[in-house]
């Protein structure tokens, strides 16, 4: 039987935005007592459960409801309507200095933050001296927080949090502060937990970080779960929402018609003598057909309409990733002859594995004359494809790798 560390049933959560505030005692009177708001629903029936010892991140916008709904797991803020059924104890780290009193010392704030946590006096004695370790802030540990800065009352932030040893602990986004040797201090810390069989639930925007830690993530939009999946997948539908326009809400179908312009007109430039009618994509070993895995094949189908025989074409093709040039090739630098372009044809590049990591990457085609030096078609970024990576590794280039461990001990 699968054991539940969460479980989140139905759980909505609503809030009044006043538009005004009625300082004085006439106002209220003129206006009977009552300020004029609006409803807002941050979360909308959030139905989630996760296993006992799993690492699940949040992903979504500024304003989705993640850290809304993060803060009433942690007990924070009560849900309008549903529940949150935990079984363990809890941990959260949910902004700088949570909890945290500005005019006492690291060390007090300690024994504050740590017994707001749930450790008594004897406890927070016997870890004391680990959290202070771990913080790296010995120098400064009797000094008042309010001269810390926001890198070190995070570091003695999640140095608490993370002694405590709770069953479920809830971090919301401090993995990006801090720098480099403490997040992986972190990351190394989050490991730990996950080998003794903690559950983790994990808010951020960085998708790699998701990838590294979690098993599995969930999107949210507008206060609501529009996907879960592994990180791979996940991550897909987050992005799909970040290529979008910031209006667009993932509850909507994604537009396809980004291969014409706003008057219905094929995006070609050049002399006009070729005209790039359609770009077709095709990912052989694809199960889902919208996207392929890192190393997979793809073939890329360029339809084009030449109004009269050019004998002299070479066509090309490059791949961008945030306008930085990824690939570029050429039919004249693989030594292929184009031949006669006239009237309809379509040519094919046809790639063999795409060893590229997670990312949206864009194409931009080009047919020009060898002769003349005229661009006849030019088709700068308007077509894309998307690669998911299904594994753990980072970065853009997917390298194939085996790993392979050689014993050296002595007999």
Known sequence: MVEYSV???ELSKHFKLYK??????K???IHGMKAPYEEFWALRDISISIKQGDTVGLLGHNGSGKSTLLRCIAGILQPTS???LLRGSVAALLELGAGFHPDLSGRDNIYLNASLLGLSK???DGRFEEIV???ELSQFIDNQVKFYSSGMQARLGFAVAVNVDPDILLVDEVLAVGDENFQRKCIDRINLFQKAGKTIIFVTHAADSVRQICDKAFVLDHGRVVADGTPGEAIRTFREYMMAS???SLLEPLDQSILQDEHGESET????DVEIKEVILEYPKSEHGNHLLAGDPMNVRLRYYAAKALDDAVVGISIFADNDLFFSATSQGHEVEVGELNGDGEIIFAFESVPLLDGVYKMTFEVRGTQSGLVYAWREQVDQFEVVNPGRDMGVVAFPLNIKVVSTSRK
Do not use: C
């Open 133 to 135: 370790e771990f913080s």
């Open 27 to 29: 106002e209220r009177i």
């Open 7 to 9: 479980e989140i049933q």
């Open 269 to 272: 430039l050049g002399t006009g």
């Open 122 to 124: 004897r406890d927070i």
């Open 246 to 248: 910031g209006q667009r």
């Open 20 to 25: 005004e505030k009625h300082t004085s005692l």
């Open 82 to 84: 549903g529940r949150v």
